[in-house]
């Protein structure tokens, strides 16, 4: 199976501030990377797929990056609504594996 | 608008099965696989397997094999989960979630609480 490293667990951040979220494949997947969000007793929210395509909706300061192994989750201007998990998934291969989330919680 | 809306909220002893549905609306049925995805209590998130609705043919988590059978009724646009053999480790969130294939889950259900225990 694909493994899916995410970084970092957790994270403080105030408004306004630039976060940044990494994932690393244990091998090369292409560009087949999702990122979602999740909050407290919701489902999860697909903000970004295969890598850098923003979800139709989702807003513009949230965007992706990366390919082969390594991929980045942005947000560019931390709003008090994005608080929450953030998960990577990767589809290249079966079984899609995620990563182990990183809880975001505004200062 | 699309729609995935799954059974409500169970309870089983250790040993005992249970079947989540997941009812779709809002698109055609049969061009999208239905993934299930659950997440234990303050846990990350897990694949379990997929059904095609179009040949019916699922595929599961290797974890999952000889455990969980998924099947589906077009005419109804429902996709079942059945877990067998509980224990208190598959207390967990059920969520269903919809693929087309080669892409990621686009539309989740709204999750299904199981809960194992004596």
């Known amino acids: 199976d694909i493994q899916m490293t995410q970084s970092p667990s957790s994270l403080s951040a105030s408004v306004g501030d630039r976060v940044t979220i990494t994932c690393r494949a244990s091998q090369g997947i292409g560009n087949a990377v999702a990122w979602y969000q999740q909050t407290p007793g919701k489902a999860p929210k697909r903000l970004i797929y295969d890598a850098f395509h923003l979800q139709s909706g989702v807003p513009s300061r949230f965007s992706g990056s990366g390919s082969g192994t390594e991929f980045t989750l942005t947000i560019s201007s931390l709003q008090p609504e994005d608080f929450g998990t953030y998960y990577c998934l990767q589809h290249n291969a079966n079984p899609p594996t995620f990563g182990q989330g990183t809880k975001l919680e505004i200062k | 608008q699309v729609q995935l809306v799954q059974s409500g909220a169970e309870v089983r002893e250790p040993g005992a099965s249970v079947k989540v549905s997941c009812k779709a609306s809002?698109?055609?049925?049969?061009?999208?696989?239905i993934n299930w995805v659950r997440q234990a209590p303050g846990q990350g998130l897990e694949w379990m397997g997929w059904m095609d609705p179009k040949s019916g043919n699922p595929g599961y988590s290797q974890k999952f094999q000889g455990r969980v059978t998924m099947t589906r009724d077009n005419a109804i646009s429902t996709v079942y989960m059945e877990l067998s053999s509980l224990s208190s480790e598959d207390t967990a969130v059920y969520y269903c979630?919809?693929?087309?294939?080669?892409?990621?889950?686009?539309?989740w259900g709204q999750g299904t609480l199981v809960t194992v225990s004596s």
């Open positions: 809002g698109y055609t049925f049969t061009i999208y696989d």
């Open positions: 979630a919809r693929v087309l294939s080669g892409s990621s889950f686009d539309y």
